[in-house]
């Protein structure tokens, strides 16, 4: 394996060449759907049915047609054929990134829920298969400082459900509760050290159910006073908090000066429980625009009763589905139309079959920093 501190005189060897792709990328490719009506939650049903093959989920660029690449290493390292291997995977950086997104952790699977002995076992598949979590603001920086041969996968939390973390009461002292997403995370980082602290929540500080930072009003056990708590706890372990919008409205449906105080609550609201906290990146409520589309990555609203005005500027939004994202070397990478992966029933499974080959894979060089405007489409 080679060493990180090792003169990097690399030279990217393209085994393919573009095919069928367009400006706009594979998330440009996913249409928006109307909502599909859960129990717990609303979220767009747009994926396509599970027995379409990856190429197709993903668009006719999916399967690495459009370009796939491999380091060429001077170094004794290289296999026969001159490229470098690590853990059996060839090295390559501009294969895809699986973005995962969540909902339930509870007693039974379905379609917005995982059951929590199954999302134990995925960790575990994860880590086995060479995968190392990273943050959606490490993604869209290019920052993947992994070893040689392993592969980066984002998770995305949505609607902040009690589910997610909920606490235990004991002798007057607060434990995380060991059967929620983050106390089966903690568990399995302090077994698996190198798999970090790392994952997105992507928040709601103002929805009905209990999906208010993660439960309020003794829903499922969750007293109002932890909510606060609970989101600094996050922030401090070093996971990413996202916008979710205030309470999850359909964008859509709403004029500009509606999406504005929607988004920018939601922003103010993470800031009074972690203040000055720098939300970067945002996830659409069902997967849905505004009509303006712009406001999804910038916009301001005005507090009538302040007077404050609450500006927001994302680096990332995140849509519902469209299979896993481009790497953010790849000149078609857009992080304001980032696709993800709906984790139900077998998905994760076929989605990690479907991605062996194409998967991103890294070379264990840290890489250098790279001006975020240089990995933007044109026109952005």
């Known amino acids: 394996m080679m060493s990180r501190a090792q003169p990097a005189f690399l030279a990217l060897v393209v085994l393919a060449s573009a095919c069928g792709t367009s400006g706009e990328g ?5 249409p928006a759907k109307t909502a599909a009506t859960a129990p717990d939650t609303q979220h767009a049903s747009a ?10 989920r993903l668009g006719d660029d999916a399967s690495n047609s459009g370009v796939t690449a491999t380091v060429r290493l001077a170094s004794a390292e290289s296999d026969s054929a001159g490229f470098q291997r690590a853990e059996g995977r060839v090295v390559n950086e501009l294969g ?19 059951e ?24 869209v920086d290019g920052k993947i400082d992994l070893p040689a041969g392993q592969s980066p996968v984002v998770f995305t939390f949505d609607d902040a459900s009690p ?7 004991r002798d007057g002292r607060l434990e995380v509760d060991p059967n929620s997403a983050v106390g089966i995370w903690l568990a399995f980082h302090a077994a698996h050290p190198d798999w970090g602290k790392k994952a997105t929540f992507c928040l709601l500080p103002g929805a009905a159910a209990g999906r208010s930072f993660f439960g309020d009003k003794g829903i499922e056990g969750q ?3 932890w909510r606060m708590k609970k989101v600094r706890f996050l922030a401090e372990q070093g996971f990413e908090l996202c916008n979710h919008t205030l309470w999850h409205a359909n964008l859509a449906n709403y004029p500009d000066s509606v999406v504005r105080q929607q988004i920018a609550r939601g922003n103010l609201a993470i800031d009074s429980a972690v203040a000055g906290y720098h939300v970067r990146t945002f996830a659409l409520p069902l997967g849905m625009w505004p009509r303006n589309r712009a406001l999804a990555r910038a916009g301001s609203w005005r507090d009538p009763k302040s007077g404050r005005e609450v500006v ?15 790497s953010p070397f790849d000149p ?5 139309r980032l696709p993800r992966v709906q984790v139900y029933g077998n998905e994760l499974e076929k989605t990690l079959d479907q991605l062996e080959r194409t998967r991103y894979v890294a070379s264990g060089i840290a890489p250098n920093s790279r001006a975020r405007s240089a990995k933007r489409p044109v026109g952005h």
Do not use: C, N
């Open 332 to 336: 078609l990478f857009d992080p304001y």
């Open 47 to 56: 994926v396509p049915p599970a027995s379409e093959p990856l190429a197709t």
């Open 163 to 169: 589910s997610q973390f909920s606490y235990l009461e």
């Open 26 to 30: 594979t998330s440009a490719r996913v």
């Open 116 to 139: 929590r002995g199954r999302f134990r076992e995925q960790l575990k598949l994860l880590y086995e298969r060479g995968y190392r979590p990273i943050t959606v603001a490490e993604l």
């Open 96 to 114: 895809r990134i699986p973005i995962l997104e969540y909902h339930l952790i509870g007693d039974s699977d379905g379609r917005w829920m995982v």
């Open 312 to 326: 927001y500027k994302y680096d990332a939004v995140l849509m519902v589905a469209g299979g896993p994202a481009r």
């Open 223 to 225: 007293k109002t006073e």
